[in-house]
Every structure is written in C-alpha cells, then in structure tokens.
C-alpha cells in the first residue's frame, strides 16, 4: 500500500508564490518518478512537472521559468515551488508518483486559487 500525503497549497495574489510537498509512505524500494499534476474546473487533467529517474526533469510549457520540482530522495518528497503565479495556474494540484513496473498512485489533491 502506498500513500500520498500533499500539502502547501491555498490562496496567494497573482505574482505571489507557494510551495508544494508530497510525502509519499509504504511499500516503496524504489521509485521511478515523481510529479505534479493539475486540474482546472472543465478543463483535463495535465501534467505539470515531474522528475525521474537520472534527475530527468519535464515541465509544461506554461510553467517553464516559473516552477521548480525537487525531490528529496531519502525522505521519498517531492516538492514544486511556484513562483510569479497567475491566475490561470488556479487548479487543484495533484501528486503522482510512478514505481517501478508502471504503477501508479496519485494524491487526493490540494487547491491552489491565485487571485487578488
């Protein structure tokens, strides 16, 4: 069993900040990747940053020069830190992470609304 414990989101004004943690518990030897993703009212699920393996880092286009994902890899963390935030990154934020053998698990979320 795994789990995904997120936390850090909330509301801040455009141009603002936040940083975002997952820790993640269980039945973990080693972990393949570890992400972010995000869903706004009407719109799909997207990917926006993961880290893999051999530090391997892929971001969504929107986000390139404003967020960061670090892992900490003795704790099994993962964090995004959000800078010069814009109203349209306002979406619940999910954490992901994939093991080894194409398993994937999934956080239960947290909401980050940017708005003044």
């Known amino acids: 069993q795994v789990q995904l414990v997120e936390s850090g989101g909330g509301l801040v004004q455009p141009g603002g900040s936040l940083r975002l943690s997952c820790a993640a518990s269980g039945s973990i030897f080693s972990i393949y990747a570890m992400g972010w993703y995000r869903q706004a009212p009407g719109n799909q699920r997207e990917l926006v940053a993961l880290?893999?393996?051999?530090?391997?880092?892929n971001y969504a286009d929107s986000v390139k020069g404003r967020f960061a994902i670090s892992r900490d890899n003795a704790k099994n963390t993962v964090h995004l830190q959000m800078n010069s935030l814009k109203p349209e990154d306002t979406a619940v934020y999910y954490c992901w992470l994939r093991l080894p053998g194409q398993n994937d698990y999934w956080g239960q979320g947290t909401q980050v609304t940017v708005s003044s």
């Open positions: 880290l893999a393996t051999g530090g391997i880092t």
